[in-house]
């Protein structure tokens, strides 16, 4: 079984202050992806980012950076200096091999509002 | 890049009728298509996995005699919401698998009155 675990359902914070979004997931693959999808009011999913078990090397992509912790099962995001832009409900997923098929597993989502 | 072209975005349809909802692959081929159902300030929820010409795997909970996918080409999935109800009132998204990524649709928000 396998489970993508965001424990901050809601998040507010003021413009311009640095974020961090969590995500803990477990897997029994020893090959996985991770993701992260941004899905603003309008609905569609925005992809952020994707990473796999092997690579641990942290990200960063202005002002979006990814923290990736195997020994921890972790895959935070964290935005710095946040724009009112940025409100939206972020998700992080697990693809793994479920019963032969690989399938992506999202966790519940963090709300996001930056104010102004 | 690649992009999943979902129609319609919003449908409202009264209860007792069908939907279909189709999502077209526009740059790639989608050999495998995902389709979700997304409630309101929840996440999205696998409903059924679909392969070209074979049928769709449906996730445990799923009516497959309700949600009819037909996945007969490379670049085109559908999702038939047949005799609707209110409760079927959801947003749906497909995605394409494509390599190791998967490129959303633009959902549908469904609505049965």
């Known amino acids: 079984a396998q489970k993508v675990t965001q424990a901050q359902t809601e998040i507010s914070v003021v413009e311009k202050e640095d974020v961090t979004l969590d995500c803990v997931y477990e897997t029994r693959d020893t090959t996985y992806y991770l993701f992260w999808y941004k899905q603003p009011p309008s609905g569609e999913l925005v992809f952020l980012i994707r990473r796999n078990s092997f690579d641990e090397q942290n990200e960063i992509s202005g002002r979006y950076s990814w923290n990736f912790q195997k020994s921890t099962s972790s895959f935070n995001f964290t935005i710095t200096a946040s724009q009112v832009v940025d409100s939206a409900v972020y998700f992080c997923?697990?693809?793994?091999?479920?019963?032969?098929?690989?399938?992506?597993?999202f966790g519940q989502g963090t709300r996001l509002t930056i104010n102004p | 890049g690649a992009v999943v072209s979902q129609h319609p975005s919003r449908v409202i349809c009264k209860s007792g009728t069908s939907v279909k909802i189709e999502c077209r692959s526009l740059?790639?081929?989608?050999?495998?298509m995902f389709w979700y159902r997304q409630f309101p300030k929840q996440s999205l929820m696998l409903m059924a996995t679909?392969?070209?010409?074979?049928?769709?795997?449906?996730e445990q909970g799923v009516e497959k005699d309700k949600f009819l996918i037909n996945h007969a080409s490379l670049t085109l999935s559908t999702l038939t919401v047949t005799s609707a109800h209110p409760e079927d009132s959801s947003f749906y998204i497909c995605s394409g698998s494509e390599n190791y990524g998967y490129t959303f649709g633009s959902g549908t928000r469904l609505t049965v009155v």
């Open positions: 679909s392969n070209e010409g074979s049928k769709a795997t449906y």
């Open positions: 740059d790639f081929q989608a050999t495998t």
């Open positions: 997923a697990l693809r793994e091999r479920i019963q032969g098929a690989q399938k992506l597993v």
